[in-house]
């Protein structure tokens, strides 16, 4: 365990009681397909701006059959993506990009201390650490298979100016 200790109590949460589903996690986050690594938000509180999610990771990943063949493990960026899913998703959900995109901005301090395999369930908690409305909002993460950390660090989502739609000019 690093030395900053957790982010949560696991007691604090339940993994059975979903408040946020795919269908839910959608409305705030654009990823659909096999770039989604997001399953479910189970917790989720406005005063410390912590939140707990998870990703159900089964053996029809995409990149199970290559990565590595006979032994799944999900690639680290994955695991990152999945801790920025979450992240997007608490921050579009409490108003904190201004309506902007969340993109990756960076990653600082992440360690990779055991390795995802498939299936399982990968769940990671994240709080806000620093915070410039529509700017930039920095989130420390920890990720978890059962009771083992798997990765930890901080990671930097910026605002990313709207898409322009196809043919506008």
Known sequence: MPSTGLILDPTAYDLDRVIADVDTIRRFNPQRFECEQLSAVVYDDPETRVVVGYKDVTEDEFW???????????????????????????????????????????????????????????????????????????YRFQCFVDDALVCNGELRGIGLPAPQSVGSG
């Open 64 to 138: 199970c059959r290559g990565h590595f063949p006979g032994m799944p493990t999900m690639p680290g960026a994955l695991v990152c993506e999945a801790a920025a899913q979450l992240c997007s998703y608490h921050a579009h959900s409490h108003g904190l990009t201004d309506g902007k995109v969340l993109g990756f901005g960076g990653l600082d301090g992440v360690r990779f201390r055991e390795t995802v395999s498939a299936p399982s369930r990968l769940v990671t908690v994240a709080q806000v650490v620093r915070l410039r409305r529509g700017v930039m909002i920095v």
